[in-house]
């Protein structure tokens, strides 16, 4: 089949290295991977099993991976990616667990917006897979997912294992977190069915789809040949456009606004849009607002960016800008509803909405968020309606709107802090493109300063602890011969939890630097439980219990080096991060994992914690 052009998917994040990405780079970003796991060439030139069908499929869709567990459901498949397709385009990246095979191309769809491929094995992998797949869905990222069954003729099945690895309606586990799901019984349908999960996938709003594939109709001689077709044909673009009149509305309340607002929400990692929404919130005089939620929307060092982002709670700065507002735009803001709720509600501020996330709820996740009240909506991407916007504006009289003073958090001496951490990091990368592929709960988003669509690509989506590594590993993946250095801060319990995912990095050559900011303690949690202690007039001195990483303290480093990376620390005093990090950054450059471990004093900015630990809302 031939390949299908990326052109008229998901009209989201596009193309990830929109200005720097030639030909000859993308050559040498895939050529070390394209290089290892070869197999013995096998010699089989035309689909000869219901499995080879999948896998042409598969290739039409032009997936360069698929992160996988290997098992025997999928036996079928695994052969023909490796006999039939040689292990090329797809090619597959073996992961030590299911989350990491998901969380990998949730990572990948970051970087490129485009859907990567996950396989998981059966039932079993599909519920060790749930908790990544979620994080995708509420991230509103694309990937394709191939499951598999034990035979559906129960007359077919093996004694036991096929018994308990076969279950009836197996996407109804994820149902309620997927775009789409489909369980073909023939190879023709299975061709259709992966054609339409990539379609589906990154058609916006993306998100994940699910093809259950019958272990039986995979092994199964094709009874005659299949015809091929020309898959571009079954992968129409969809593109949303702004409604004019819709566009004349928001405008006029824009223009006549005295204090604009733009709430820079779910956007593209698209160069030319970023510079489309500064150009249009300059026109417009409008103040900005980002979230950490989510990946970088504004340059957040820009005179009209209002307050440093966060993941949980709005600096004051933030809330104010939001509260004093009159008119607000948002361009997809992941919860309308619950910012206004935070700073006290906004009755008087006429709200526009531009969004296609309407297309998504269900009854299932209230990952939505609250209904917000809207005065005009756009039903559109914002990519579409910002340059419409821009255009409709025309020109206008400079707005005075006095610059918003942005200045790194004030370091103090004694403990190890988080601000420490990222103060000496900021300047161990110096000026050299850099991608915070992902954050600690604990980041300050005053730290470090967001100036391109890449320059940080979100938190995990759904809350899912663990899922910090995989995500990076594929951000990484993504980013590899862009130039650009791939950086994560992770916690120590989302580092554990997903730590396998540095043998893939490792395995397959993929740079990334991680610097765990290892409070050894869930301290997330810590504040919980003094919140409540605090409700209920209990002592706050317990919050600790059942709760520290501790005696004995975990091997970060070491942990690190039995999966193929370079450990480095514990670095427990901040006079040693320089040369720490610089060590680290240089192994990367050469092609390697590094991981720092950093023991941090357990601490949020004053906001979360105050928003985490007063008695009540």
Known sequence: MPPIARDGLCRGPKVPHSKHDSAKSKTARDAGIAALDRPVPAGVNTAGFGSDVVADALRALDIPYIAL????????????????????????????????????????AKVTGKAMAAAVHSNVGLMHATMAIFNAWCDRMPMVILGATGPVDAVKRRPWIDWIHTARDQGALIRGYTKWDDQPASPLAAREAVLRAGWIANTAPCGPTYVNLDAEMQESKLAEPVAPIDGKRFMPQVDSAAPAAQIEAAVSLLRNAKHPLIMAGRVSRDLDAWNTRVSFAERLGARVVTDMKISASFPTDHPLHAGAPGIIALTPETAEAIRISDVILSLDW???????????????????????????????????????????????????????????????????????????????????????????????????????????????????????????????????????????????????????????????????????????????????????????????????????????????????????????????????????????????????????????????????????DVRVEPGYTAAMTAAMTRKSD
Not at 77 to 83: K, Q, R
Not at 366 to 392: H, K, N, R, S, T
Not at 403 to 431: C, M, N, S, W, Y
């Open 69 to 108: 567990n290997p098992g025997a459901s999928y036996r079928g498949l695994h052969d023909s990616l490796v006999n039939y397709l040689g292990n090329e385009r797809p090619q597959m990246l073996l992961c030590l667990h299911e989350e990491a095979a998901i969380a990998i191309a949730h990572g990948y």
């Open 334 to 596: 992941v919860d309308v509803a619950g910012t206004l709720k935070h700073v006290g509600g906004n009755g008087n501020a006429k709200i526009i909405q531009v969004s296609l996330d309407h297309h998504l709820h269900n009854g299932w996740s209230m990952d939505y968020q609250g209904l917000p009240p809207v005065d005009v909506f756009i039903a559109c991407e914002p990519d579409a309606a910002v340059p419409a916007l821009l255009g409709a504006l025309g020109p206008m009289a400079p707005r005075t709107v006095a610059p918003v003073r942005q200045e790194f958090p004030k370091l103090a001496d004694g403990k190890l802090t988080v601000d420490h951490l990222a103060d000496h990091l900021r300047r161990a990368v110096g000026e050299r493109p850099t991608s915070l592929t992902h954050v600690s709960l604990s980041w300050n988003g005053a730290s470090w300063p967001f100036r391109h669509p890449l320059d940080y690509l979100g938190s995990d989506g759904g809350g899912g602890v663990g899922g910090g590594p995989g995500i990076s590993v594929g951000a990484a993946l993504a980013l590899k011969g862009s130039g650009r250095l791939a950086v994560a801060v992770c916690g120590d319990g989302d580092f554990m939890m997903g730590v396998t995912a540095i043998w893939t990095a490792a395995h397959y050559h993929i740079p990334l630097l991680i610097v765990v900011a290892n409070n050894r303690s869930f301290f997330n949690d810590e504040l919980h439980q003094e919140r409540v202690a605090r409700m209920r007039n209990r002592p706050v001195e317990n919050r600790w219990v059942g709760q520290r990483i501790s005696d004995p303290d975990i091997d970060i480093a070491g942990i690190a080096r039995a999966q193929g990376a370079i450990g480095f620390g514990p670095v427990t005093a901040s006079a040693d991060l320089d040369a720490v990090f610089a060590k680290a950054i240089a192994a990367v450059d050469a092609g390697s994992v590094a991981v720092v």
